[in-house]
Nanobody, 125 residues
Framework: QLQLVESGGGLVQPGGSLRLSCAAS????????IGWFRQAPGKEREGALC????????YYADTVKGRFTISRDNASNTVYLQMSSLKPDDTAVYYC??????????????????WGQGTQVTVKS
């Protein structure tokens, strides 16, 4: 069974850091386009950052560029999201996603094949 399981969410103060993990089972992550999406209350789900399936290039939304980093550990079949300089606007449910495309952020969320269950990140004083 193909599955993505996120962990590492929580409450953090503005300016703080947090690392999310996404463990995949049932398929090798390095053959898929992978990424992190987020959904704030009352807003649509949006792509934050991703790794392409063909050459490992990374792509970042302007809102997270310079603050968030995505990485992948093929040995453990896990993808990470390192977040720093967090802002209250980063508060959202964060979802790990995988898709047999090249750049997952080029796909609309409704067309992405695999999703994790999501993990809440709250940034406030």
């Amino acid at each position: 069974q193909l599955q993505l399981v996120e962990s590492g969410g929580g409450l953090v103060q503005p300016g703080g850091s947090l690392r999310l993990s996404c463990a995949a089972s049932g398929f090798p992550l390095d053959y898929y386009a992978i990424g992190w999406f987020r959904q704030a209350p009352g807003k649509e789900r949006e792509g934050a950052l991703c790794i392409s399936s063909n050459d490992g290039s990374t792509y970042y939304a302007d809102t997270v560029k310079g603050r968030f980093t995505i990485s992948r550990d093929n040995a453990s079949n896990t993808v990470y999201l390192q977040m720093s300089s967090l802002k209250p606007d980063d508060t959202a449910v964060y979802y790990c996603a995988a898709d047999p495309s090249i750049v997952i952020m080029s796909r609309t969320p409704g067309n992405i094949r695999y999703w994790g269950q999501g993990t809440q990140v709250t940034v406030k004083s």
